[in-house]
T-cell receptor, first 116, second 115 residues
Framework: AQKVTQAQTEISVVEKEDVTLDCVYE???????LFWYKQPPSGELVFLIR??????QNEISGRYSWNFQKSTSSFNFTITASQVVDSAVYFC?????????????FGGGTRLMVKP | DTGVSQDPRHKITKRGQNVTFRCDPI?????LYWYRQTLGQGPEFLTY????????KSRLLSDRFSAERPKGSFSTLEIQRTEQGDSAMYLC?????????????FGPGTRLTVL
């Protein structure tokens, strides 16, 4: 069975602070795929990143960076110099390799509040 | 390039009524997915189509739930005899299937309230 855990249900920071959102996953597959999505108050899930289990390079995209560590089954997301527009719920999700339907298994989400 | 659209955005109904939601995927996408999201939770998978074929429906919540994608384009999700526990956000996503683990792109969702 697969599982995604986002232990931080809510984080509050002041604008320009850095913030890290934690994601820990469980899967028996050796090949799997990890995703992060952002859900602003409007409700639409916005795709941020996809990572394959065989590629452990960290990735940076502007103020966003992701740290993938297979040894600890974690795929953490850092926002540098946070802005009010970053306020949203962020979801980490997993697809296992033997999942022919590409069903996404989501964590419970982390609500990020960035205060001015 | 338009994204995934869903209609209606909000639906209020009385218990026992039937409701139908529509999803229009990104035009070149051959896969379409339905998820349900309850308050404070992550989305949970319900069903998916590849073109017009429904390839997984065992996770539909009960036999009151059904979905169609008759011509491989738009899809509908119907809930019969609604119950208060059906109140949730219903999300549609689409992807272009090239192999494993397509990236799914989501629509804005339909928020259902059952009174």
């Amino acid at each position: 069975a697969q599982k995604v855990t986002q232990a931080q249900t809510e984080i509050s920071v002041v604008e320009k602070e850095d913030v890290t959102l934690d994601c820990v996953y469980e899967t028996r597959d050796t090949t799997y795929y990890l995703f992060w999505y952002k859900q602003p108050p409007s409700g639409e899930l916005v795709f941020l990143i996809r990572r394959n289990s065989f590629d452990e390079q960290n990735e940076i995209s502007g103020r966003y960076s992701w740290n993938f560590q297979k040894s600890t089954s974690s795929f953490n997301f850092t926002i540098t110099a946070s802005q009010v527009v970053d306020s949203a719920v962020y979801f980490c999700a997993l697809i296992m390799n033997n999942n022919a339907g590409n069903m996404l298994t989501f964590g419970g989400g982390t609500r990020l509040m960035v205060k001015p | 390039d338009t994204g995934v659209s869903q209609d209606p955005r909000h639906k209020i109904t009385k218990r026992g009524q039937n409701v139908t939601f529509r999803c229009d995927p990104i035009s070149e996408h051959n896969r379409l997915y339905w998820y349900r999201q309850t308050l404070g939770q992550g989305p949970e998978f319900l069903t998916y189509f590849q073109n017009e074929a429904q390839l997984e429906k065992s996770r539909l919540l009960s036999d009151r739930f059904s979905a169609e994608r008759p011509k491989g384009s738009f899809s509908t999700l119907e809930i019969q005899r609604t119950e208060q526990g059906d109140s949730a956000m219903y999300l549609c996503a689409s992807s272009y299937h090239r192999g494993v683990a397509d990236t799914q792109y989501f629509g804005p969702g339909t928020r259902l309230t059952v009174l």
